[in-house]
Nanobody, 121 residues
């Protein structure tokens, strides 16, 4: 059974940093693209970042460009989202996903359960 498990969320002050991890099991994702999404209360699930199978191509939402970095470690079957200069508007549940480079959630095959990120002002 394929499972994706996020970790690294928590409560931080504005301007702080967090690194989210997504550990996959059940299959290797070395040949797959993957991404990160987030969902704030009462809002739709929004694209944050994605990375190609080779790691050579990345995409970011305009709202996080220059602050967030997506990366992958295929030896560990894990990918990451480094979040710097966090803002209160970054507060959301963050989800990792695998199987697409797209900004559209419906194109991803696998999802983690989510991890809460709360940024205080």
């Amino acid at each position: 059974q394929v499972q994706l498990v996020e970790s690294g969320g928590g409560l931080v002050q504005a301007g702080g940093s967090l690194r989210l991890s997504c550990a996959a099991s059940g299959r290797t994702f070395s040949r797959a693209s993957m991404g990160w999404f987030r969902q704030a209360p009462g809002k739709e699930r929004d694209f944050v970042a994605s990375i190609s199978r080779s790691g050579g191509t990345t995409y970011y939402a305009d709202s996080v460009k220059g602050r967030f970095t997506i990366s992958r470690d295929d030896a560990k079957n894990t990918w990451y989202l480094q979040m710097n200069s966090l803002k209160p508007e970054d507060t959301a549940v963050y989800y990792c996903a695998a199987g697409s480079l797209s900004t559209m959630p419906r194109l991803y095959e696998y999802w983690g359960q989510g991890t809460q990120v709360t940024v205080s002002s």
